[in-house]
Protein backbone atom coordinates (compact mmCIF):
# COMPACT_ATOMS: atom_id res chain seq x y z
CA UNK A 1 0.00 0.00 0.00
CA UNK A 2 1.03 3.60 -0.69
CA UNK A 3 2.55 5.61 2.03
CA UNK A 4 2.09 9.28 2.52
CA UNK A 5 4.14 11.28 4.60
CA UNK A 6 3.84 15.08 5.33
CA UNK A 7 6.49 17.96 6.21
CA UNK A 8 6.39 22.04 5.85
CA UNK A 9 3.90 22.35 8.84
CA UNK A 10 5.07 24.82 11.33
CA UNK A 11 4.18 28.09 12.74
CA UNK A 12 3.22 31.54 11.24
CA UNK A 13 1.77 34.84 11.16
CA UNK A 14 -1.19 36.50 10.00
CA UNK A 15 -0.47 36.87 6.14
CA UNK A 16 2.29 34.57 5.83
CA UNK A 17 3.15 31.90 3.84
CA UNK A 18 3.65 28.37 4.15
CA UNK A 19 4.43 25.45 1.80
CA UNK A 20 3.56 21.79 2.75
CA UNK A 21 4.52 18.47 0.63
CA UNK A 22 3.74 14.59 0.96
CA UNK A 23 5.65 12.24 -0.31
CA UNK A 24 4.20 9.74 -1.65
CA UNK A 25 5.82 5.86 -1.99
CA UNK A 26 5.04 2.18 -2.20
CA UNK A 27 2.64 2.66 -5.41
CA UNK A 28 2.79 5.48 -7.96
CA UNK A 29 0.03 7.65 -7.96
CA UNK A 30 0.35 9.30 -10.96
CA UNK A 31 -3.20 7.91 -12.31
CA UNK A 32 -4.65 8.72 -8.75
CA UNK A 33 -6.50 11.92 -7.30
CA UNK A 34 -4.58 13.29 -4.17
CA UNK A 35 -5.98 16.18 -1.79
CA UNK A 36 -4.95 17.78 1.21
CA UNK A 37 -7.94 17.64 4.14
CA UNK A 38 -7.71 19.48 7.64
CA UNK A 39 -9.18 19.52 10.84
CA UNK A 40 -8.87 22.02 13.77
CA UNK A 41 -9.64 20.80 17.28
CA UNK A 42 -12.87 20.06 17.90
CA UNK A 43 -13.96 19.95 14.25
CA UNK A 44 -14.30 17.50 11.23
CA UNK A 45 -12.34 17.00 9.05
CA UNK A 46 -12.66 18.96 5.78
CA UNK A 47 -11.10 18.83 2.31
CA UNK A 48 -8.87 21.49 1.08
CA UNK A 49 -7.56 20.85 -1.81
CA UNK A 50 -7.29 17.88 -4.54
CA UNK A 51 -5.49 17.49 -7.84
CA UNK A 52 -6.34 14.69 -10.45
CA UNK A 53 -3.30 13.10 -12.21
CA UNK A 54 -3.59 15.50 -14.64
CA UNK A 55 -2.90 18.58 -12.73
CA UNK A 56 -7.16 19.86 -12.80
CA UNK A 57 -7.71 20.84 -9.22
CA UNK A 58 -10.43 21.92 -7.15
CA UNK A 59 -10.54 24.18 -3.84
CA UNK A 60 -12.74 24.68 -0.75
CA UNK A 61 -14.17 27.95 -0.69
CA UNK A 62 -12.31 29.34 2.52
CA UNK A 63 -9.15 28.87 0.07
CA UNK A 64 -9.62 29.53 -2.87
CA UNK A 65 -7.26 31.74 -4.53
CA UNK A 66 -5.01 31.54 -1.43
CA UNK A 67 -3.38 28.36 -1.37
CA UNK A 68 -2.07 26.36 -4.22
CA UNK A 69 -2.19 22.71 -4.66
CA UNK A 70 0.58 20.80 -7.05
CA UNK A 71 1.90 17.49 -7.82
CA UNK A 72 4.72 16.38 -9.18
CA UNK A 73 4.47 12.78 -10.20
CA UNK A 74 7.45 11.69 -11.14
CA UNK A 75 8.56 12.54 -8.06
CA UNK A 76 5.33 11.49 -6.21
CA UNK A 77 5.80 14.51 -4.27
CA UNK A 78 2.10 16.78 -3.65
CA UNK A 79 2.17 19.86 -2.61
CA UNK A 80 0.06 22.55 -1.02
CA UNK A 81 1.37 26.13 -1.30
CA UNK A 82 -0.71 28.42 1.33
CA UNK A 83 -0.42 32.04 0.90
CA UNK A 84 -2.16 34.61 3.08
CA UNK A 85 -2.60 32.79 6.31
CA UNK A 86 -5.75 33.06 9.04
CA UNK A 87 -6.08 32.32 12.15
CA UNK A 88 -9.29 29.74 11.01
CA UNK A 89 -6.23 28.20 8.89
CA UNK A 90 -5.00 26.56 12.26
CA UNK A 91 -5.66 22.46 11.73
CA UNK A 92 -4.16 19.37 11.21
CA UNK A 93 -3.41 19.05 7.56
CA UNK A 94 -3.60 15.53 5.96
CA UNK A 95 -2.10 14.71 2.60
CA UNK A 96 -4.46 11.86 1.45
CA UNK A 97 -5.05 9.83 -2.07
CA UNK A 98 -7.18 7.46 -3.94
CA UNK A 99 -6.95 4.93 -6.47
CA UNK A 100 -9.45 6.73 -8.53
CA UNK A 101 -10.54 10.47 -9.79
CA UNK A 102 -11.79 13.18 -8.26
CA UNK A 103 -15.37 13.11 -8.69
CA UNK A 104 -17.00 13.67 -5.17
CA UNK A 105 -13.27 14.63 -4.03
CA UNK A 106 -14.44 15.85 -0.39
CA UNK A 107 -16.22 12.38 0.43
CA UNK A 108 -13.64 11.23 3.11
CA UNK A 109 -14.12 7.76 3.35
CA UNK A 110 -13.26 7.56 -0.77
CA UNK A 111 -9.69 7.88 0.43
CA UNK A 112 -7.90 4.93 0.88
CA UNK A 113 -4.56 6.29 1.89
CA UNK A 114 -3.86 8.91 4.51
CA UNK A 115 -0.45 10.82 5.79
CA UNK A 116 -0.62 11.21 9.78
CA UNK A 117 -0.71 15.21 9.25
CA UNK A 118 1.42 18.13 9.88
CA UNK A 119 0.62 21.32 12.00
CA UNK A 120 -0.15 24.55 10.87
CA UNK A 121 -0.82 27.40 13.31
CA UNK A 122 -1.75 30.43 12.41
CA UNK A 123 -1.53 33.80 15.16
CA UNK A 124 -1.87 36.95 15.34
Known amino acids: QVQLVESGGGSVQVGGSLTLSCVAS????????MAWFRQAPGQERLAVAA???????MYSEPVKGRFTISRDNAKNILNLQMNDLKPDDTAMYYC??????????????????WGQGTQVTVSS
Open 96 to 113: AAKNDACNVWTWRHKYNT
Open 51 to 57: IEAGGST
Open 26 to 33: GITYSRAC
